[in-house]
């Protein structure tokens, strides 16, 4: 009795699911936010300098106290569009609608001034071609 009574509970969960995964509802979701940088012309490599002294040292310590849950970055130099892919992944829409705050955070204890290369921080050295939003389904 307690088998087909598991077998029912399992049966009925599966098609609940099944619902709403053919309704196109997310149970949850993680969110990625991708920024697309383009490299201002021979500046590549003190940009290249600049991310890892700021940006992956800055995700490193917001992963460490859980404000993101991974970050990654792409170089690409032979591309005409932008050369520098930075990706960073929050668990969901909570954590990723805290993500300036958390940052703050970050920068008042952490790294209150970004770490210079050559004298330039990443405005003198790029721009942002784009910024874009990727969910990560979670069934």
């Known amino acids: 009795m307690r088998i087909k009574i598991f077998i029912l509970f399992l049966f009925t969960l599966f098609n609940s699911l099944n619902n709403a995964h053919s309704q196109g509802i997310v149970l949850e979701k993680a969110i990625w936010a991708v920024d697309y940088i383009k490299a201002k012309d021979g500046q590549l490599p003190d940009l290249l300098q600049f991310f890892e002294l700021n940006w992956k040292a800055a995700r490193k310590y917001a992963k460490k106290h859980k404000y993101v849950e991974a970050y990654q970055w792409y170089?690409?130099?032979?591309?005409?569009?932008?050369?520098?892919?930075?990706?960073?992944?929050?668990?969901?829409?909570?954590?990723?609608?805290?993500?300036?705050?958390?940052?703050?955070?970050?920068?008042?204890?952490?790294?209150?001034?970004?770490?210079?290369?050559?004298?330039?921080?990443?405005?003198?050295?790029?721009?942002?071609?784009?910024?874009?939003?990727?969910?990560?389904?979670?069934?």
Do not use: C, W
């Not at 609608?97 to 204890?109: L, M, T, V, Y």
């Open 75 to 139: 170089v690409l130099p032979d591309n005409a569009d932008y050369q520098v892919v930075l990706m960073t992944k929050y668990k969901d829409r909570v954590q990723y609608d805290h993500r300036e705050e958390n940052f703050q955070k970050i920068f008042a204890k952490y790294k209150p001034k970004p770490i210079l290369v050559n004298g330039k921080g990443s405005r003198d050295m790029s721009e942002i071609i784009k910024s874009e939003e990727f969910y990560e389904p979670k069934f």
